[in-house]
């Protein structure tokens, strides 16, 4: 079955520390990859995506994501959390086949400690 | 640009109950789907649709149903609400191609009792 996997439930980093939530897809077609964000009582923001080429994109609020295809992995990274990125992050794939929905991972909740 | 519009926001039924979330989108998106986001399960598809006229079920498909009479509404139904249907759902909709854009609502939060 196609899917994506955050092994992290739940991660605290100090404010001012760096940040890295990981993220595995299940080998098969070649997929497009996603990381989303969610405030409490909010809805899903994007914060970056992968379809192709610089494997290290860029995306908003300082956010940077790494595609490494060896190792099925699109792990999410920040030099230096800020108490405001305090949220639930959902990384999410599309494979491209069929309908290509968009399938999500379990989520990881970041807390941030002063 | 409203983008995608669900309502309500808040609900709660009794059991047995039947109800429609609604989902609009104004982006003329070809692509809608249905989400439901439990604790420590992420977002599970429902129901989706690619097009007016066509619908296909997503993961958790059992309990719901969908139909999509045209490009800008998606309606899903509950047509007999259990306690394991308390959730929030999330609509989303995006174009089709290579974009795959998406854009979420801003999700209804149901509890059946």
């Known amino acids: 079955a196609q899917s994506v996997t955050q092994p992290d439930i739940h991660i605290t980093v100090s404010e001012g520390a760096s940040l890295e939530l990981r993220c595995n897809y299940s080998?098969?077609?070649?997929?497009?990859l996603f990381w989303y964000v969610q405030s409490p009582g909010q809805g899903l923001q994007l914060l970056l995506k992968?379809?192709?080429?610089?494997?290290l994109v860029q995306g908003i609020k300082g956010f940077e994501a790494e595609f490494k295809r060896s190792q099925s992995s699109f792990n999410l990274r920040k030099p230096s959390v800020h108490w405001s990125d305090a949220a639930e992050y959902f990384c999410a794939v599309i494979y491209l086949t069929g309908a290509n929905n968009l399938f999500f991972g379990t989520g990881t909740r970041l807390t941030v400690i002063p | 640009n409203a983008g995608v519009t669900q309502t309500p926001k808040f609900q709660v039924l009794k059991t047995g109950q039947s109800m429609t979330l609604q989902c609009a989108q104004d982006?003329?998106?070809?692509?809608m789907s249905w989400y439901r986001q439990d604790p420590g399960m992420g977002l599970r598809l429902i129901h989706y649709?690619?097009?007016?006229?066509?619908?296909d079920q997503g993961e958790v498909p059992n309990g719901y149903n969908v139909s999509r009479s045209t490009t800008e509404d998606f309606p899903l139904r509950l047509l007999s609400a259990a306690p394991s249907q308390t959730s929030v759902y999330f609509c989303?909709?995006?174009?089709?191609?290579?974009?795959?854009?998406?854009?979420f609502g801003s999700g209804t939060r149901l509890t059946v009792v």
């Open positions: 649709s690619v097009g007016a006229g066509i619908t």
């Open positions: 982006m003329n998106h070809e692509y």
């Open positions: 989303a909709s995006s174009p089709t191609g290579s974009n795959y854009g998406y854009t």
């Open positions: 080998y098969g077609a070649t997929p497009y």
């Open positions: 992968y379809f192709s080429g610089d494997t």
